[in-house]
C-alpha cells in the first residue's frame, strides 16, 4: 500500500545516499590522509640505517621472523607494519622505537605506515620497470611446471599456489598511490643500497 509520508523520507535517503558515493572518495583514507612527503621518505631511509646497526644484537629475532614468514609473499601494503607486529613484545621493540623517533617519527605505528607506503611505491615502481619480462618469465614458469612429467599433482599445486601468492604480491604493490610513486621515486637508488647493506 503506498503511504504518501514515506515519499518524502525516501527522497531524503535517496539524497543522502547520492551525496555519500560521490563524496566518500574525495575524503582522505585515515593510512594516507598526509602526504609522502621528500623530507618523510629520507628519514624513513635515514631510520632504516640507523635501525640497521641493531641488527646484530638481534639476529635470533630476525631468524625466527624469516621462519615464520618462509612460506607466504609478503603483503607489499603493509609490510613494515607486519614486521613491526612480530616484534611486539620482544626488546628490540623498544629499542627500534627510540631510534625511529630520533629520526622524527612519533611512534613506531606511524613508521610503521609511512615504510608500508615507501615500501609499496618503490615495489610499484620497480615492477613498471621489470612488470612485462616479470609477468611473462612467471607465466613460462608456471606452463613449464604444469607441463612438467617430474613433478606430483600435489607438487604442481603447491607451485601454482606459490606462483598466484607471488602474482597477488605483485598487484598488491602495483595499488600504490601515484602520488606515493613520485614522492619515493627520488630515493629508489637509496632504498637499493639499503637492500644492498
Known sequence: MHNPQRQPMLVLNSIILTAVFFLLPLLPTDSHADTLSDQKVASFIESVRAAQT?????????????NQNESTMPDFSRIVSDSLEQMKGHEAYGRLEDVVQDHGFDSLESWGATGDRVFQAWMAIEMAEQNPAAR????????EMENSPH???????????????????????????????EAVRPHVEALRQLGEE
Request: net charge negative.
Open 54 to 66: 641493531l641488527a646484530p644484537e638481534f639476529e635470533e629475532l630476525e631468524r625466527q621472523m624469516d
Open 136 to 143: 611473462r618469465e612467471m607465466e613460462a614458469t608456471l606452463a
Open 151 to 181: 613433478m606430483t599433482a600435489e607438487q604442481k599445486a603447491q607451485m601454482r599456489a606459490m606462483m598466484e601468492s607471488a602474482m597477488g604480491a605483485m598487484q598488491s604493490a602495483s595499488n600504490a598511490p601515484a602520488e606515493d610513486i
